[in-house]
Each structure stands twice: as C-alpha cells, then as structure tokens.
C-alpha cells in the first residue's frame, strides 16, 4: 500500500514530557475491539495472506465449521415457514376487489402494519410466492387458480410503492386503536387505554418525534406540550384510496371530469371529518385526564398562595411605612424638643455666662478697690481714674474667659502686692498677645 | 469417475472466469494479466441463461432466446437460482413464458422434448442436467475461441447462496466437463475488475456493489482494505430488478394497445405476453443509450400490428417508482453495514439494469459528490457494468491457475479467511493550522489483521522534539440545520399566510426549504500510546507506522524522514 502523506503537523512535544526510550504505552486493543469477519479469498493481496496465515498447516472440516461460526454472519437467514396462519376465507378473495382486501394480512404480516420495513414486506411477498405461484400448484396437479396470488402481487405492488402505502395506511382501520369506553376507563388504566389510541394515530403525523400521552408522573412540560401538539396536529393522511374509479376513457371526458370533482369533493369532505375526529378524541381524552385537573388545581393554588402572599406582603408593606413614617414623625418631634431645649440651655449659660462676665469684673474691680487701688492711705480721684480704667480696659479687651481666668487668680487675694503683680503679669500677657497696646495702659505700665 | 478427467493438473489447465447468471451467462480470459470477455460463435458477450429444443437440435443463447416465442414449451430459462434448491424454496414467476419447474422427488426438473421425430417422448430433465448442458455451450464456445479446450473456471455466484446451492454449481460444471477451481461472490469479481486496472492505486475503501440484474437486485457493501475484501452488508431484493422495468414498458405499451384495439388486451394471451416481454426489453435497453425508442411488434394480438416510441423522459416517469426503489434499497444496506452515504468512496454499478443512465444518477444524488459513482452514463471510464463479473473472475483464474486443487481448498478455508477486523481507527493526533486536534487515521475501522499501515506527517515549521500520540478514533456524522431565513417575524409570517393565497404560501415553504448540511468527522477516542522524536529539523516529516497483529497487539514505529533511528514501542494484546 502506497504511504498516506498528510497536510496537517503533528503537535511541540509538551514541556518535561519524558518516558523510557521516548515510549509510554497507555492503552490497547481490546477483544471488543474486533469482529471475527470472513475476508473474501479473492485478489492477489489475499493470496499473500493465505500464505502467511497457513504456515503450511492443514485444516480439517471441523476447523471450517468452527471458523465459520466464529464469523460474523452479513447475510440474513430467511425462508423460514411464514408465521401468520393463513385465514381460508382470505384464501378464496376474489382479486378484482382488492382494494377492499387488507393488504398486510394477505403477505401475513398483518402484526407490523404500518410498522412494517421496506426489507420486511419484500421478504414476505417472497415467501408467498414461494408457496402460493400458480405455477407451482399447477405442476403439482393441484388447481392453477391463481386468485390468490394475484391479492398477493396487488398487495405488494401496493405496500411497496411508498404512495400507494401511505393511501391505504391511511384507510387501514385494523391499524386504528378505538378509544375507550367509559366502562373500560372505570376498570382499566386511563394512560395505558388512551395511549394506545395516540400511538395508532400518531402514524399519520408529518413530524417526528411524536409526543406520547404519558403517564400520572409526566411533568406539566410533558403534558401541555402533548396536548399542543396533538390540537396542532400535521397529518398525512389522505383519503384517496376510498376514490370512485375514473373512466379511463377518451370519449366520455364530462363524466371523467365529474367522478375526478366528485372524489375530490368526498376526499376534503373526509379529511375534515377525520380532523373533527381526532379533535373529538382530544376533548375526551383531556376532558378525564387527571392531571390536567391536578395542574388546574395546582396552579389554582398556587395562584391563591401568590395571590395571599402578595396580599401579605402588601400589608406588610403598609405597615412598614406607617411604622417608618411614625418613627420619622417621632424623631423630628425629639429633634424638635431637643433643639428647643438647647436652646434654653443655651440662652441660659448665656446668662450665666454673662453673669460670670459681670461677676468677674466685679472681682476685677473689687480686687482693685480691696488693694485700695495699690496706694497707701486714701486714693487720688485720679489714681482711682486710672486703675479703674485700666481694669475696664481688660475688661474690654479680654474675653470672658480670660476674664474667668483673672478672676480666679485674683480670688482670694489679700495683699495688694499680690494683686498688682497677677494684674501687671495680665496687662504683660494681654500685651504680649496684642490685645492690649503699651500706650493704653495707665497705671499698670511697666 | 469423472474425478481424473475433471481435474487437471495445474500445468495442463486452460482457465477462463465465468458468470452463470440467471438471465446472461458471461465468458471471459485473460491475456497479458487484462481480461477479455468472450463472444460466442452470434457475437454474443452477454449470452441469454437459456437452453432451447428445436427437432432434437439444441440452442443456447440468443438463439434460445428467440425461441421464448415461438417454442415455450421446450425452452428452459432462469433456472440458475433453482440449482441445489428443493422445490418448495423455488420461485417460478419468471419461468411462466417458457418451460415450468415441476417437482420431482423435491427437487427441480423441467419437462421438454430434446429429441427429434413427431413422436419423440418428451424427457424430464433436472435442473442440475439442464445447468450442464448449458454450461457445456459455454464452455465449447470458450475453447473454440481459444482454440483450445477450457478445463478450469472461476464462477461467479450470488452471496447468499449456500453450501448445497455451491456444491451443486460445482457438480452442474464437473459433468459439463469443467473443474471449478474456485466459486468467488459476484460483487467481489466486480470490485477486483475495477482494481485490476493498472492506473488503479490500492487504497483503503469503502466501496458499494449494485448489481441490478434482470430477476434480482443485489446490493452489497464491501470495505477494501489494503487489498483485502470483506463484505459489511447485503441485500437481496427479488421486487426490483430489469424484470419490474420490462413491466412498467409492458404495461404502458398494452394500455395504449388496447386503447387503438377496442380494449384488447395483449397480455392475457401467452404468447402476445411473451412477445411484448422480448420487445420491451429491447426497447428499454435502446433507452439506455438514446433518448428515444420503437416498439414495435408484428401480429401482437388477434393479428393486429403494433407500432409506437416512446422517449427516455416518458420512460423514467413511468418507471419512477422502480428507480426509486433502487435508491431505498442501496441506502437501506448502507445502514445495515452501520454506515452512512458520507461513507461510501465507491459505487461500482454492475449488471445489465446498471447500464440505465438514471439509476446512475439517482445514485449520484443521495452520494455525496466526493463519491465515484462508477456507471458508464457518469464516468467514462467505467467498465461495462455487464462485463464486471465475468472480468473478476478471469483474473481470479490466471492468478490462482498454479495451483493445486488441494491447495486452492486450503487456502481459501474459513479457518484463513476467518479474522479479526479492528472495530475503531487507529491514528495519530496532529493539529490543523488554526490549532484544533485533528485525528489523522492511519488504520481504518473494518481493516482485517493482520495489517500495516504509514503515513508521513509534517513536524511543526520550526522543527524540534514532536509528539507522537496513538490514539483510537471514529467518525460521525455531523448535521447543521439550515440557518433560518433572515427574513424577521416568523410566526407573523405563518399567521397572514391564511389571508395570502394559497401560491403566495407555497413560494414561500418552497424558498425555506433549505438543505440540512451533513458531514463527517473523526472523533478521538482512547489513547493508546505517546512517543517522541527529538530534534526534528526545520520542516522534517515524520514517518509513523502502524502494525496490528492477529492477536490485537499494536507496534508503533515513528521516526523523522530521512532521518536514522527513531522510536519503536509495543502495545500487549
Ligand atoms: N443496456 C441496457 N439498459 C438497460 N437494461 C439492460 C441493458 N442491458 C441489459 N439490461 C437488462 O439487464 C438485465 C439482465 O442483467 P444481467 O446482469 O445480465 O442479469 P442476471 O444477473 O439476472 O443474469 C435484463 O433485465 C436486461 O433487460
């Protein structure tokens, strides 16, 4: 065989792949992984295999029988008896009314129905000619009626011919399932008696796959998407197998074309009805269907529970803004007082604060008077002038809190030495911090 | 007693291929290692399966065929599938215009007056006999031709047919004076023609078999593979055939028949049927090659002359139906062998019924286009689809023609033709330009082992150390829908659709019917093995093979092109 040359590259070998002699097995072929074939022994190619499998062995009977059944088998074993007994009122049909014969049953295989494959029915069709040719009965003496054979040819020519198959699937009522009664329904199993009559029916849907009824377990999903499909239901099914026959004839093309109408007619007229039936077979089978019931009323309560929860939650709401609204109200209300006693409060050290302004200078100016304005004896008017002014001007210079301050030193004090050394060291300070000048001062100036 | 004279010894044998079919016979030889398909004293290259009586005179062939006609009642055809079948499993329905099978004891005869004289007594001759007496024809016609007398054949034979059906083939021809060297299945002498050619490279395969004959239809899908045949799956169908087309001409020409005649039909008569069968046969093979034809039959019921045409497009409407039961029936085996159209390298037509140039292009439209659909009305150099077999099996003769008798039965045994076939491809991992993981199969799934198989693959651009990795693979068939058309709001659109008209709508589903895309690809399995070769140089291929013994166990060897050494693993069973 010639080498394969490929267009593609192979893969970098990944970094710190390693392993001995740059091999590493990893897996095998399994037994699994073959099928014993037959080669076929023909071509030079096998006879070099041939060559290479016999190491000049011999092999026996006994090695090909088993060799054979190792093998693999691709040719289907057929011609076995035909299973399906033959019904002798089938046997005497007459073939000219064979459209009114059930075709299935007449190649015996009336248990697959529309089911049956292509592959199926040849098979059939093979085995009923193998026992039915006339020609066969004929050699054998016996009657060379050959009636039946002819159903056998006509059920053939019909279920082979996809077209045909499909016109007389579509009329072959032994297929259809009847839907239940209302006595059945009381003792059997609601899914299992109307399932059957959706899988008969489903063998005229266009689409595929096509939904099943289900059982009590199938999801809502499941359910609603059946009974969508089904109301919606494409169907193939055709009518025109139940046809008048046409003239087949030059001469009377009226009546051809009459009898073509009238079938065309018949054949919407049945389709329609066939539609109507199957909507008719709906409306029963979701009128008993529990679980539509069960979803209803599911979805019934669960519309009430979302209906109370909102309503809950509504109220909850409600309560919740009234409560957030009192809460506010309350808290401006106390904003309100508490702004309205800080304000008390502050007209009231505002007072005191004044008061303390004014006691303090009257500690100022006692203190003054008490060191009897630092001369011995009685004062000079103008001696007491100037200390006063100069205490008045600390206190207009100085801030109440200096003045509280000043106040406190000069508590107490007796001697006026004592006094005049805390005012000129205040008179020092006021100046030093420039509130007070140098030139304003009296009879503290150093 | 027989047995010295019916095998020669491989020096003293002259070999040709034989098809015995059940309609045509084929004859054919080998010169040069090429095969030639023989024609017989009428010119005949495709030789009617049928035996004729005439006063005690014996015909075969062409001539036989004439006789259908005329002579019915000792006229034998289509017996080459009752032979070695007891009558109950016989079906007779071809045999109606000519000599019946009857039973006798079980098995098939046929009854015919062989011998001269008004009052000769008609004999009662089995099926085997009959096969002789026309494989003799054969034979003679054979030798004549080579001027020298034929002792040996391959013969060609249906897959299904079973050990008694084969060893009464092989006693048919040993009284006939012929030693079947070797029995090969039809489809199998059809690929091993198209192989021979010379221009043909061997090449692994999947290769579909259609031979559509004139009763049955046979079907078979064959994986070819490094020369080795083995066929995956078959179909037999016994509904479609050239049969099935001679009835649709039949019919349509005994309507018309009947409408000129005042409603005569000509089929209800035997001989007018049988008149009607041979012209239709002629007419359709006539379509084959021109797009118009006659039919036209002298005295065909009640005296009345007949004379119409039809052309090739008529034809294939009225055979619609049939053609396409071709195209189920040929997707039907494909999916029987586990395999989808996209599959298939190969479709060999073969049998006379291949010869219609619509079947060929029916076939070439559920092929993918990557597909040979080897039929003479596709490609050109097709071999004559009736001259396949009878070519496979000429070339099977000279190449085995050496051998022993002995050792011909052993070689072709079960117990060799009897092996593993790996389920999963076996390949090596590349990466495509844009990066992705490409599986690269090496072996094919279906190849028997043991079985080696190489392929050379490019290292990186740059060179360097590469991987190797082993790794098991099969395909898939990928399927893309259609992107919906761009065309907005589709449920508004199917909603106004009941206020369009009816044309409106159906223009439209026209336009949206779009084909679905299928393709297939490999999808990586197991791994089972990684190697490396080291320093590759700048644009170095490497050379991977693959070995896969009887027991399972896998060899790897690899190494750079060109380069010495490389890496060597094994995988245990
Ligand atoms: N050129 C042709 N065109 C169409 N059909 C043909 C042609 N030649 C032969 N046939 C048909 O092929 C059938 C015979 O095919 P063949 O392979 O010889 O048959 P079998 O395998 O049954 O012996 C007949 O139905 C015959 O009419």
């Known amino acids: 065989m010639a080498t394969a040359l490929v267009s593609l590259s192979l893969p970098s070998l990944p970094e710190g792949w390693a392993a001995e002699k740059d091999f590493k097995p990893i897996g095998k072929i399994t037994k699994d992984g073959a099928t014993q074939r037959t080669i076929e022994p023909v071509g030079p190619h096998f006879l070099a295999h041939a060559r290479r499998a016999r190491h000049k062995r011999t092999f026996s009977e006994d090695d090909r029988i088993q060799a054979q059944e190792r093998a ?62 006339p020609d066969k009965k004929a050699a054998a003496g016996r009657s060379d009626d050959d009636n039946f054979f002819k159903c056998i040819q006509k059920a053939t020519e019909v279920l082979l011919d996809p077209v045909k198959r499909r016109q007389f699937d579509s009329v072959d009522e032994e297929a259809d399932v009847e839907p239940p009664t209302k006595k059945q329904l009381q003792k059997g199993n609601f899914y299992k008696l109307w399932g059957s009559v959706f899988k008969a029916e489903g063998r005229f849907s266009k689409n595929h796959p096509v939904p099943q009824l289900g059982d009590d377990k199938s999801s809502k999903e499941d359910v609603e998407n059946f009974y969508n499909f089904w109301y919606n239901f494409d169907s193939w099914r055709t009518f025109e197998y139940l046809d008048e026959d046409v003239p087949d004839d030059n001469e009377n093309r009226d009546q051809k074309r009459h009898v073509e109408r009238k079938n065309a007619n018949a054949r919407k007229k049945k389709k329609a009805e066939d539609n109507a039936r199957l909507r008719k077979l709906l409306d029963d089978c979701s009128a008993g269907d529990e679980r539509i019931k069960r979803f209803r009323q599911e979805a019934n309560a669960a519309k009430n529970k979302k209906r109370l929860e909102k309503e809950a939650a509504e109220k909850k709401a409600a309560e919740d803004a009234a409560a957030k609204k009192e809460a506010e109200e309350k808290a401006a209300k106390e904003a309100e007082e508490k702004a309205k006693l800080d304000r008390e409060a502050g007209k009231k050290a505002k007072e005191a604060a004044k008061n303390a302004v004014k006691k303090n200078k009257r500690v100022l100016r006692g203190s003054v008077k008490d060191a009897n304005y630092f001369v011995s004896g009685d004062a000079a008017p103008a001696t007491i002038d100037a200390v006063l002014g100069d205490v008045e001007l600390v206190q207009g210079k100085a801030d109440p809190d200096e003045l509280a301050a000043l106040a406190a030193k000069l508590n107490g004090l007796k001697l006026a030495d004592d006094i005049k050394s805390v005012w000129t060291e205040e008179f020092k300070r006021l100046v030093a911090t420039g509130k007070v000048k140098e030139s304003e001062i009296k009879a503290f100036s150093s | 007693m027989s047995d010295t004279k019916t095998t020669p010894a491989p020096g003293d044998r002259t070999v040709i291929g034989v098809t015995f079919g059940n309609s045509n016979s084929s004859i054919a030889y080998t010169v040069d290692d090429k095969a030639e398909v023989i024609a017989n004293e009428d010119g005949d290259r495709q030789i009617p399966t049928i035996l004729s009586y005439v006063d005690g005179e014996e015909y075969y062939g062409q001539q036989a065929k004439a006789f259908l006609v005329r002579n019915s009642k000792n006229t034998v055809a289509y017996f080459r599938d009752f032979l070695g079948k007891d009558f109950k499993s016989i079906d007779p329905t071809h045999n109606h215009a000519s000599v019946h099978p009857e039973d006798v004891d079980g098995s098939v005869s046929f009854t015919l007056t062989d011998e001269e004289g008004e009052d000769a007594t008609p004999s009662t001759l089995s099926v085997s006999e009959i096969s002789t007496r026309y494989l003799r024809r054969l034979v003679n016609s054979a030798s004549e031709y080579l001027g020298k007398k034929v002792t040996s054949a391959v013969i060609t034979i249906p897959t299904n047919f079973n050990d008694k059906q084969k060893a009464a083939l092989i006693a048919a021809a040993a009284a006939a004076d012929l030693e079947v060297l070797q029995l090969i299945s039809e489809p199998v002498a059809a690929v091993v023609a198209y192989d021979a050619r010379p221009e043909v490279e061997i090449k692994d395969k999947i290769v579909v078999v259609a031979d559509l004959g004139g009763t049955r239809s046979d079907v078979t899908v064959v994986a070819s593979r490094g020369g080795l045949y083995t066929i995956l799956a078959t179909a037999h ?114 049998g006379g019924t291949a010869h219609t140039p619509r079947i060929a292009a029916n076939f070439g439209a559920i092929f993918p286009e990557s597909t040979n659909i080897l039929a003479p009305s596709t490609t050109p150099a097709a071999i004559n689809p009736s001259e396949l077999q009878a070519r496979g099996a000429a070339l099977q003769a000279s190449l085995i023609q050496e051998y022993e008798a002995e050792d011909i039965d052993q070689s072709t045994h079960a117990a060799v033709t009897t092996v593993p076939h790996i389920t999963n491809a076996i390949g090596v991992l590349s990466v495509s330009q844009s990066g992705d993981e490409v599986f690269v199969p090496v072996v094919f799934p279906e190849t028997a082992v043991p079985a080696r198989r190489t ?30 058309k761009a065309n907005g709001d589709n449920s508004k659109a199917a909603k106004v659709e009941d206020a369009n008209s009816d044309e409106d709508s159906d223009f439209s589903d026209d336009e949206e019917e779009e084909e679905e895309k299928r393709e297939k690809v490999w999808k990586v399995g197991a791994t089972l093995a990684e190697a490396a070769i080291r320093g590759v140089k700048k644009g170095g291929k490497v050379e991977i093979s693959i070995n896969v013994n009887a027991d399972l166990a896998v060899t790897v060897t690899a190494r750079e092109v060109g380069a010495k050494g490389g890496v060597r693993g094994q995988l245990n069973a």
């Not at chain 1, 064979?98 to 098979?123: C, F, M, P």
């Not at chain 2, 009640?302 to 409407?317: A, P």
């Open chain 2, 455 to 484: 392929v050379i693959v490019a290292a990186p651009k740059n060179g360097g150390d590469v991987l190797i990795k082993i790794v098991e693979g099969n395909t898939h068939i990928k399927v893309t829908q259609p992107q919906p």
């Open chain 1, 72 to 133: 693999k088998n691709v040719e289907d074993v057929d011609e076995g008896e035909i299973s399906e007994p033959e019904d002798p009122m089938m046997l005497q049909r007459d073939a000219k009314d064979w459209k009114n014969q059930d075709h299935y049953k007449v190649l015996g295989i009336s248990k697959y129905r529309y089911k049956a494959t292509e592959d199926q029915i040849k098979r059939a069709h093979r085995k009923k000619v193998l026992k039915h040719h």
């Open chain 2, 237 to 350: 169908d016994y509904d479609f055939a050239g049969a099935t087309l001679d009835k649709v001409l039949i019919d349509h020409f005994a309507k018309e028949f009947a409408k000129r005649n005042q409603g005569i039909d000509p089929r209800e008569n035997a001989r007018s049927l049988a008149k009607l069968k041979f012209e239709a046969e002629a007419t359709k093979r006539a379509l084959s090659l021109s797009t118009n034809a006659n039919f036209s039959i002298e005295s065909l019921a009640e005296g009345i002359d007949f004379s119409s045409t039809i052309n090739r497009l008529r034809y294939e409407t009225i055979a619609r139906s049939v053609f396409e039961g071709f195209n189920r029936l040929v997707e039907s085996v494909i999916k029987k062998a586990g395999l989808d159209v996209l599959d298939v390298d190969e479709v060999i037509l073969s």
